[in-house]
């Protein structure tokens, strides 16, 4: 079927808690300990691969603060797609759980911080999906910069996907707590079952008392048109 391989890249978005200052990259923050935050993420694809998917995708992630460095996190993502030669599809994609550790640091206005995640395939059963990402933060005055490595693992009854995601930006204060930068951010398959994209582009991240925001509108420089994100989050 021509909408497998279409469905199985909707269900490899990234999830994270803690705040971020872009769209598609991490937070290198925690949670504090006892902490509760409510995220949401809210992103598309815009006229993805040969058959012209265009999808938008809404995940939950609400985490809580384990210690001062680790945090748990419960992703669940609602999708619904269109596209070529296929009747459009939408519903619960994928349910899960994930922990994220912030290392302790060592040199001043460095976060490093590390995610291992397993989630569930609703439309695919007897498939499960691992990540390990690895992301680190640099803040010096207004300006700060991150980097970011997601390795994802697919593993279903005689097939093993693999996909690479790599990821950096940068971001600086104007004004109080509005920040401006851009990113850059790629998905990049292993094999023919999804499509590898990579895209460019803008982001702005604010943040007022407990509540967030940051979010970037990402132009596609390899198979895909656009791809925006914005994610919201309150922390108690």
Known sequence: MRSAPCILLLLTSPAYAGQTLYGWLPGTQTVPSGGIELGMSLYEHVDLGPYHQRSTALLWTP???LTESLELAIPVELVTRTQDDAAPWSGIARYGAELRYGFLRSWPGLRPLARFALSRDVVIQTQVRSELELAASYEYGPVQIEVDTDLVINVNFGHVHRELRPGAGASVRV????????????????????????????????????????????????????????NIAMVW
Request: net charge negative.
């Open 175 to 230: 004004y109080d707590e509005l920040r401006l930068g851009a990113e850059i951010h790629a998905e990049l398959s292993g094999d023919s079952t999804t499509t590898s994209w990579t895209a460019v582009g803008p982001n702005l991240a604010w943040s007022r008392g407990h509540f967030w925001l940051a979010g970037t509108f990402g132009i596609g420089i390899h198979n895909i048109t656009a791809a925006p994100r914005l």
């Open 63 to 65: 985490a809580i603060g």
